[in-house]
C-alpha cells in the first residue's frame, strides 16, 4: 500500500491532483472536520469504490461556528485521523490552516436562499454560508469527479446538491446513510461531549424518528402526529428540543402531510446537557 500524503497549501493539492489526472485517475474528495469515525471512514470506502484515489481534508473551519458554539472545544486527533485514513487505503490527507484558508484579505462567500432559511440555518446563523464557502473552496481546488457526504447532516448535504448544480461545478455529490452506534445513535465527532447519562439518553432522538419512519410506512400522513411521536422521546429523556420537523426532501419545505410516493424527511435537533445533537430519517408513507 503507498504511504499516505499530507498536503499543508493549496500549491501541494494542486500538485497531486495534476500528477493524478495525468496518471489517468479519477478522484474522490470526503470534506471532514476530523477526529474521525465510522461514518466518515463509509465515505472514504465508498469513495474508493466509485474512484481511482480517494483525498481526505480534515479542516475544523471557524466560519461555520457560530459565536457561542464550540469551535474552541472541538475534538482533535489528527494522529489517530492519519492513521485512520491510511486503513481504509486513502492517497492523501489536506490539513490546512485557517490562515491558509482565509488569508488576510479574504471576502468572498457563498449564500444560499431558501433552503438555508429553516432548520440548523434557524439555529445557527451564518452556519451554511460556513458549510458552501469553505465546501465551494474544497471542490475549486481538488476538482473531484466525486465528493461525498453523509445524510447525517441532512439539510448540509441539499446544501451542497444546490451549489453543486447552481455554480456548476460538475462534481457528482453523493450522499450516505447514517453509520449508527449499536442503540441508534448517530455516530458524531460531538459524541464525545456526553456523560454516561446523556449518552444513555441520547438515544431519544434516534428511537423517536425511527417510531416516525415506522408510523409513516404504515400509513400515517399526518406530519403533526408523526412530530408527536419525536417529542414524546425527547420529553421523556429530558432533552432540550431545537426543533423538530417533517419537511419535503428536497425543498426542505415544511409539510402539514406526508404524500404517497412523495419523499419526505424527519428532522431533529435537541440538547443534551450542552451537547446539541441533530439526527434524521428518511419518511416514505405506504402508497394507499
Ligand atoms: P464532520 O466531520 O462532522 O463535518 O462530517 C464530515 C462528513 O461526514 C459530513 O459529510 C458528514 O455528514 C459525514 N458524517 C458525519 N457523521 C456521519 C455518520 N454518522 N454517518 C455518515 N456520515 C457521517
Known amino acids: ?21 495525468a496518471r489517468g485517475q479519477r478522484l474522490a474528495l470526503v470534506p471532514t472536520m476530523g477526529f474521525l469515525h465510522d461514518g466518515h471512514l463509509a465515505l472514504m470506502r465508498e469513495g474508493a469504490a466509485r474512484a481511482d484515489a480517494v483525498a481526505v481534508s480534515v479542516f475544523v473551519n471557524p466560519a461555520q461556528f457560530g459565536p457561542r458554539e464550540d469551535l474552541s472545544r ?32 479574504y471576502q468572498t462567500s457563498v449564500d444560499l436562499e431558501a433552503l438555508t432559511t429553516g432548520l440548523d440555518g434557524a439555529s445557527r446563523p451564518g452556519h451554511f454560508r460556513g458549510v458552501a464557502t469553505v465546501v465551494t473552496k474544497l471542490l475549486a481546488l ?21 451549489l453543486n448544480e447552481d455554480l456548476e461545478l460538475g462534481v457528482d455529490i ?5 453509520v449508527r452506534e449499536e442503540d441508534g445513535l448517530a455516530r458524531s465527532s460531538r459524541n464525545v461531549y456526553l456523560d454516561v447519562d446523556e449518552r444513555r439518553r441520547a438515544t431519544a432522538l434516534s ?30 429523556a429530558g432533552a432540550r428540543e431545537d426543533y423538530v420537523a417533517v419537511v419535503d426532501a428536497r425543498s426542505l419545505a415544511p409539510l402539514t402531510a406526508l404524500t404517497p410516493g412523495v419523499p419526505a424527511r424527519a428532522l431533529v435537533a435537541a440538547f443534551f446537557g450542552g451537547t446539541r445533537l441533530i439526527d434524521n430519517v428518511p419518511l416514505l408513507l405506504r402508497a394507499p
Open 74 to 105: 472541538y475534538p482533535r486527533d489528527v494522529e489517530g485521523d492519519l492513521a485512520k485514513c491510511a486503513s481504509v487505503g486513502v492517497a492523501g490527507v489536506y490539513l490546512p490552516d485557517v490562515a491558509t484558508v482565509y488569508p488576510p484579505g
Open 1 to 21: 500500500m503507498s504511504t499516505l500524503q499530507l498536503w499543508r497549501t493549496p500549491a501541494e493539492v494542486r500538485a497531486w491532483t495534476a500528477a493524478a489526472r
Open 174 to 178: 453523493v450522499g450516505l446513510p447514517t
Open 207 to 236: 428511537r423517536g424518528l425511527f417510531a416516525a419512519s415506522a408510523r409513516a410506512a404504515a400509513g400515517e400522513a399526518d406530519a403533526a402526529t408523526l412530530t408527536r411521536l419525536i417529542r414524546v422521546e425527547l420529553e421523556a
Open 142 to 162: 481538488f476538482r473531484p469527479e466525486v465528493a461525498l457526504f453523509g445524510e447525517k447532516d441532512y439539510q448540509q448535504l441539499q446544501v451542497i446538491t444546490r
